[in-house]
């Protein structure tokens, strides 16, 4: 596994999520931006992604048009000022663009998540990268994991949602501030918990049998065929 095949794997998503979700908390943190200047700033990246991929490799990515949404929905909310439960609430909004959009694609038959889960299963080796292509193409059940590990994600993302809105509106806001983090912090454990159990785990081991499979197959070709035994000559009588 050479190291740039590791960055062509990971480079995506880190164009797509990486830079815009960390460029919005170094602006708004470390450079002590507004909320509005922040989610602004952050949302170039993912507007120049898309209309790169639009114009150029004539397709719509995704996960950049995705996180530019969520972005939009971001600027959107942080107009609404007033009510603290509301700004409580407001970055729920968030997981539940998040949620939708990845429930959208699973529907769609192009589960989002694989974008972000593909990297890390085939970690560069090119044999993986072979044997999730023959997978892909000729295996019901990986795809069907591979749908479910985004279906996951998307409930996680929804619940996770629902949990922070009602705790906005039903419990102390000096409870929620804190609070709020915890819900996620404990929402992302179980989504990789889950997500893992019933499908990247099993999708892990069906690429590694599929990848050994294809080397044995390999070897055996490359094998010297043994040429038939000459037939041993007549004794005299």
Do not use: H, Q
């Not at 949404?69 to 439960?85: H, I």
């Not at 990845?102 to 989002?112: D, H, I, N, Y």
């Not at 990986?142 to 629902?162: I, P, Q, T, Y």
């Amino acid at each position: 596994m050479t190291t740039n095949t590791k960055r062509a794997n990971l480079a995506p998503l880190l164009v797509d999520v990486a830079v815009p979700v960390g460029g919005y908390y170094l602006l708004k943190d470390a450079a002590g931006m507004s909320t509005l200047a922040a989610l602004g700033w952050s949302s170039v990246v993912p507007a120049l992604r898309s209309g790169w991929s639009a114009v150029k490799e004539r397709r719509v990515n995704a996960l950049a048009v995705l996180i530019l949404f969520v972005n939009v929905v971001g600027l959107l909310l942080s107009l609404v000022a007033g009510d603290p439960r509301l700004m409580l609430a407001k970055d729920s909004g968030v997981s539940s663009a998040i949620g939708i959009g990845v429930l959208m694609s699973v529907a769609l038959g192009r589960p989002m998540m694989t974008a972000v889960m593909k990297p890390w299963l085939v970690k560069g080796d090119a044999a993986r990268e072979a044997a999730w292509a023959r997978l892909t193409a000729g295996s019901a059940r990986f795809r069907r994991a591979e749908k479910v590990f985004s279906l996951v994600w998307g409930v996680v993302l929804l619940g996770e949602c629902g949990v922070r809105v009602v705790g906005a509106y039903t419990l102390p806001v000096d409870t929620m501030v804190w609070l709020g983090n915890v819900i996620m912090v404990v929402a992302m454990a179980l989504g990789f918990f889950v997500s893992g159990a019933l499908a990247a785990g099993p999708m892990a081991r069906m690429l590694l049998a599929e990848a050994e499979a294809e080397a044995e197959a390999e070897a055996e070709a490359a094998r010297p065929v043994a040429s038939p035994s000459a037939p041993a000559p007549a004794m005299a009588g």
